[in-house]
T-cell receptor
């Protein structure tokens, strides 16, 4: 079945450090891939998405590239801020998946000033 | 702005006392979802509506029910809340047909506390 695996947290970084959160997936067919962010006490917000191989999603300085050959969708940001502290969820939505979005377990990011 | 609204943001109920959480959307999306989320774990899908068609997940307890009276509103009813039902409940919507996937848009969630 379809699944998403992302790196365990928490990840603790200093402000302006480079961020990578790894995400790999298993899916039949050609899924769409997403990164959602959840700030404390809030719902999930779409951060970025990519719908086909080699697409790059980007938003607010975050980027992720859909790599079909490595079945990966790693999240990166060149310089994190304290305000980026949140939980990040990698997710996929696959044709034939019955309207289900499959979420990874989430990675908590702490950014220190 | 078009959005997904959940009320209330915080709900306190007593053990065994029925409670209803509400969700409304101005996106005119045809699919609405209810998720349960505990301690920043991945959201767990309880059920979804595609228009008026209700789709229950196999492992969703019977204690959880849902109603969708129209396109804009969806309700989650917990008939007899237990302590284990304390969680964040997330409503989401997507506009979708049967041929492709769509982004889900989430509301801010309702945090349920069971005393």
């Amino acid at each position: 079945g379809n699944s998403v695996t992302q790196m365990e947290g928490p990840v603790t970084l200093s402000e302006e450090a480079f961020l990578t959160i790894n995400c790999t997936y298993t899916a039949t067919g050609y899924p769409s891939l997403f990164w959602y962010v959840q700030y404390p006490g809030e719902g999930l917000q779409l951060l970025l998405k990519a719908t086909k191989a080699d697409d790059k999603g980007s938003n607010k300085g975050f980027e992720a590239t859909y790599r079909k050959e490595t079945t990966s969708f790693h999240l990166e940001k060149g310089s994190v801020q304290v305000s980026d502290s949140a939980v990040y969820f990698c997710a996929l939505s696959a044709l034939g998946g019955g309207f289900k979005t499959i979420f990874g377990a989430g990675t908590r990011l702490f950014v220190k000033a | 702005d078009a959005m997904v609204i959940q009320n209330p943001r915080y709900q306190v109920t007593q053990f065994g006392k029925p409670v209803t959480l509400s969700c409304s959307q101005t996106l005119n999306h045809n699919v609405m979802y209810w998720y349960q989320q505990k301690s920043s774990q991945a959201p767990k899908l309880l059920f979804h509506y595609y228009d008026k068609d209700f789709n229950n997940e196999a492992d969703t307890p019977d204690n959880f029910q849902s109603r969708r009276p129209n396109t804009s509103f969806c309700f989650l009813d917990i008939r007899s809340p237990g302590l284990g039902d304390a969680a964040m409940y997330l409503c989401a919507t997507s506009g979708r047909d049967y041929t492709y996937q769509e982004t889900q848009y989430f509301g801010p969630g309702t945090r349920l506390l069971v005393l």
